[in-house]
């Protein structure tokens, strides 16, 4: 029997952390530095590699981890130089999201569909290029940007706008010292994640994220406000397009120019006219995708996590997935995505939630009782025998928990639901 470590604080850590715990190889699941709803909390914080690889070695741990940010700081290679076993990509394996410019300049040399572009770090330049173009962009800032950095832009002026905030007020810091302006795609947006060991690549199932706050996709972006699995937006044709055109591709370019990719890959895609076009690379699961995503697998995760990081993948039997389909609703508290409260008592956690479970996000546990510490807090996933029946069962789940600024959005999954 082996311990697990899960690194991260998130609904995806909860979600990896419950599914990992029920591999019959897997004795403790550890979770750092984990939130109010997650067992076994190690109180380091992600970007702690050296106090993360001393638990994990000392509690002879197979790591997890769960957010970008200490896979871009070399978690996964400080790992292997110390002989731990860690699921994850590598350093340089993690540019495909550190650096949205590496990413783009990495499609375009491996032909692989994305938005045309152009790269500045100046801004008169970069104004004059909007100027001189007769469709709408989106302006993005270059490195880590916390899912912020990215501004879809309505005409010329907004465009002119989003430079200024990026290049020159330096709104995200240095991670917007140069920025890519890129052809907006208007389609039907979905999440395509696989995991891979760096030779082969397995799809997980399908999904849609919601990442507007408010309903009908309106307002700024956010996290993720709910997620369902499978999504009918990618049917079985496109899978396959999507899998060889896009993930197969990537990971045997990332292997032919030297790197070798394991881990979750997740493909943010934009369907226009049928064809995919990736919009961004992630090098982890999505976060609301995962929760959706775990309570359909019928597979043990363990042993396709621990494949992929020892290039075995090929070796193990195909995945299989429960028939029915799983909602997340994402409960957040008001005023989220800007600012909100914090340190409000949650009640209802403890109600009968058939067909469903509750993954705990931005909360902490305090003399016995869970107050809600984030902008997302919960996310509730419910299945069902239809997409229909899970969010109702899902909606059902979420109005048993109350606190007083909760807010979630009333249309998750119905963008899968129109277009059945
Ligand atoms: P990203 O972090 O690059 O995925 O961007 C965040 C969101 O911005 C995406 O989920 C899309 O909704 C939107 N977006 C990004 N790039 C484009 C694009 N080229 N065209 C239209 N929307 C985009
Ligand atoms: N849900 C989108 C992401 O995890 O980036």
Redesign the pocket.
Known sequence: MVNVLVVGSGGREHALSWKLSQSPHVDVVYTAPGNGGTQNNVPLTVNDLDGLAKFAKENNCFTVVGPEDPLAGGIVDKFNELHLKIFGPSRQAAQLESSKIWAKQFMKRNDIQTARFEIFDNAQKAQDYVNSLDYDVVVKADGLAA?KGVIVCNGKQEALDAIQTILIKKTFGDAGNRIIIEERIDGIEA?YIALSDGTVAIPMASSQ?H?RIFEDDKGPNT??MG?YSPTPIVDEELTKKIQEKIIDKTIQSMKKEGITFKGFL?A?IMIKDNEPYVLEY?VRM????CQPITARMDFDLYDYLTASAEGNLSSLPPISWKKQSAVCVVLASEGYPQSYPKDEAITGLDSNFENGFVFHAGTKKQDGKILSNGGRVLGVVALGDSLDSAIKNAYSAAEKISWPHKYCRKDIGKKGLSYL
Request: no cysteine.
């Open positions: 899912g999440s994220d990442k996290g993720g997620a997740y943010g992630n999505g976060d609301p995708e």
